[in-house]
């Protein structure tokens, strides 16, 4: 529920309806269920803080009626210090229940992100190809700020409203029949006219959302590393400041239409309360004339009035709140309920000691095409939308049940790998060669299983990948990627994510075989430098000769290379060429290879073309065949055998 000018309304259009099952609500008061005894708590307090709302009127009709009249000083005192008292005591319970629903609310988005983060870092990597970073970053926050809304701040407040309005009707009742049946006559009028109002402010307060998303992704693409230097390159700092200004204005000229539709909201809510409180004097004044009713009996009933229908409003917009804010656990749920395409077998195998033998028997892989295992894109009630054309400022717009069709990424080839099978030895080195798109880069996914083969096996020291546990065979395998990443942090942090438990001499030796300590020695902080987000503070050279060195830290048994130089200068190729040979010594190393010399020194080289291995050899092998290795090399080798670059 949102709050206008203190008064409450619901985000929730007319057309959007979420429901509630009995299933997602039996699951959800499942996290509940830790914190029983907690709500029970705040469940009593509330009934104690709604009976202790009720004796004030109480008390000022007292002491109009008789204190006053009776000229009672004693009496006077004691509710004197009743009118003190109560409020005190009612604080202090107020200020116990906030931290008991704080305690409840933070402990069940505790227990939804672990939850949550946990199975997220177990999926397989073609649901993060599928799926939107910022998708996921919603449902660890806003869904689970929602889900707990629904238990620590829904929940008790449904509740509280409930006991609030029964007592209160019950003591108006008691006090004065005619003027609570009065203040009940009028109830339609206030709910209508909240309502209707309340729609148009909906209507703003959706919209401004959806300003502030536009306004929020030109924020989000331009100022990150890689949007402000694609600014700076095509000079269009002003376009993009008067870009940002039209989004920005949208965003205040919505927040003045707010502001004031908020408090004609808020005024004309007031003004139906003001008619019922001032029917309530009318016919109570006429009363006391008429000497059937006490001046004390008014003021407590108008005093009660303005709780009742704030009240009445709460459980009237109870309903779409509740649902609403179930619908995050909804969409929680989903993905804590996504099946792991890549999991462990009860039983798996714990690799211990391992040679490095690689087998690939007859493998076979196409990427996923089925949805169980990606999210579905959502239309989230009362919240903005995905922008999906950021510079233009396109919003996504959803089908009538509120979801947008996903399809998964596929690739042109429907089948990536086709029947691959070869077979490394330890202290080996294979080769990966062949034109953009071969299958190369998918290859080398599939032995640290970050994707399992739709057909055939591949073996580890005769050990089928789907018997072993993930952690070992990850300890078993290290792997350098055409793209380095590194951490926003320092280089020893990012170094010692390979072991956290390496001593600071280890740390250095990995460096010395990476060619990469002395430049580090260097820097003004030595090992404690923090790299800069991705590594942008280093060059392309730096940044892999980091990565080489984490991943020899790593000690792995079997190695995987994108080798990625082409694009550095030749005296970082030549540091980091030295560093490889250091590295593969007595390991089984993949290379994706990008230069001749790291040809020339391969034990086999793979030539991959549409998926298949068509050619295996060395070089002199695979040049007096005539093939696709001997084009290859004669279109990109000739004459240049040190700098040229395998596509």
């Known amino acids: 529920m949102s709050m206008v000018h203190g008064f409450p309304y619901s985000l929730s259009a007319p057309d959007e309806k979420p429901r509630v099952t009995l299933g997602l609500l039996k699951r959800v008061l499942g996290y509940a269920r830790p914190y029983t005894r907690l709500i029970v708590l705040m469940f009593a307090i509330t009934v104690v803080v709604a009976g202790l709302s009720l004796l004030m009127p109480l008390i000022l009709r007292q002491l109009i009626d008789h204190t006053l009249v009776d000229r009672n000083l004693p009496q006077l005192w004691w509710l004197v210090a009743a009118l003190v008292a109560l409020p005190i005591a009612t604080s202090a319970l107020n200020v116990l229940l906030r931290r008991i629903n704080a305690g409840v609310g933070e402990g069940v988005v505790y227990d939804l992100r672990v939850a949550l983060f946990s199975h997220l870092q177990r999926m397989a990597l073609n649901f993060f190809t599928n799926t939107k970073v910022g998708e996921l970053m919603s449902r660890l926050n806003n869904d689970v700020v929602g889900a707990q809304n629904a238990i620590s701040n829904t929940m008790v407040g449904i509740v509280s409203s409930f006991i609030q309005t029964v007592a209160l009707l019950v003591v108006m009742f008691s006090l004065e029949w005619r003027l609570t049946l009065l203040s009940i006559v009028i109830l339609p009028l206030f709910l209508v006219a909240a309502r209707n109002l309340g729609r148009r402010l909906q209507a703003i307060a959706r919209e401004q959302l959806d300003l502030n998303a536009k306004m929020n992704a030109v924020m989000h693409e331009l100022l990150n590393i ?41 005024a004309s809510i007031g003004l139906i309360s003001a008619i019922g409180v001032a029917l309530v004097y009318g016919l109570g004044g006429y009363l006391v004339i008429m000497g059937t009713l006490s001046i004390g009996t008014i003021v407590a009933m108008a005093a009660y009035l303005g709780s009742l229908y704030s009240a009445l409003q709460n459980l009237t917009n109870a309903p779409v709140d509740f649902a609403t804010s179930m619908v995050s656990f909804e969409r929680v749920f989903e993905v804590i309920d ?65 979801e947008t069709e996903k399809v ?65 065979l990850a300890n078993q395998i290290g ?55 991705r590594g942008y503070r280093l060059s392309g050279g730096e940044k892999q000769r980091i990565a080489l060195a984490r991943v020899i830290l790593k000690n792995p048994r079997i190695l995987v290379l994108d080798e990625a130089t082409s694009s550095l200068d030749s005296e970082s190729e030549a540091l980091i060429q030295e560093a490889l040979k250091r590295v593969m010594a007595g390991r089984t190393s993949i290379v994706i290879a990008h230069r001749l010399s790291t040809i020339l020194a391969a034990d086999i080289i793979l030539v991959m073309d549409r998926g298949q291995i068509i050619e295996r050899g060395n070089h002199q092998q695979l040049l007096a065949r005539g093939g696709l290795y001997a084009r290859l090399y004669e279109t990109q080798f000739h004459g240049d055998k040190v700098s040229s670059t395998l596509t």
Not at 235 to 256: C, I, L, N, Y
Not at 370 to 387: A, H, I, N, P, W
Request: charged residues 25%; negative net charge; without cysteine.
């Open 226 to 266: 890689s949007g402000a230097l694609l600014v700076k390159l095509f000079g269009r700092a002003s376009t993009e400041d008067e870009r940002f200004k039209q989004r920005a204005a949208a965003v205040r000229d919505a927040g003045v239409r707010r502001a004031v539709t908020g408090m004609l909201f808020f």
């Open 338 to 402: 996504l099946p792991h395409e890549i999991g462990e077998k009860p039983g798996a195998l714990k690799l211990e000691e391992t040679k490095g033998v690689l087998e690939f028997e007859d493998v076979s892989f196409q990427y996923p095409k089925t949805e169980k295992s990606l999210l579905k894109d959502v239309k989230r009630f009362g919240q903005m939308q995905d922008v999906v054309a950021v510079l233009s400022g396109g919003a996504q717009t959803a089908p009538a049940n509120g």
């Open 408 to 472: 998964p990424v596929s690739q042109a080839r429907e089948q990536v790998l086709d029947h691959v099978s070869f077979r490394a030895e330890p202290g080996q080195l294979v080769a990966l060669v062949g034109p953009s798109g071969a299958g190369k880069t998918t290859l080398t996914y599939l032995i640290p299983r970050l994707y399992d083969p739709t057909s055939g096996q591949i073996l580890i020291d005769g050990h089928d990948l789907r018997d072993v546990t993930l952690d070992s």
């Open 479 to 533: 792997m350098v990627t055409q793209e380095t990443f590194l951490f926003h942090d320092t280089i020893r942090v990012n170094m010692l994510y390979a072991d956290p438990d390496a001593t600071p001499a280890q740390v250095q030796a990995a460096a010395r075989a990476a060619n990469i300590h002395d430049f580090i020695m260097g820097l003004p902080k030595g090992y404690d430098t923090v790299v800069g987000e």
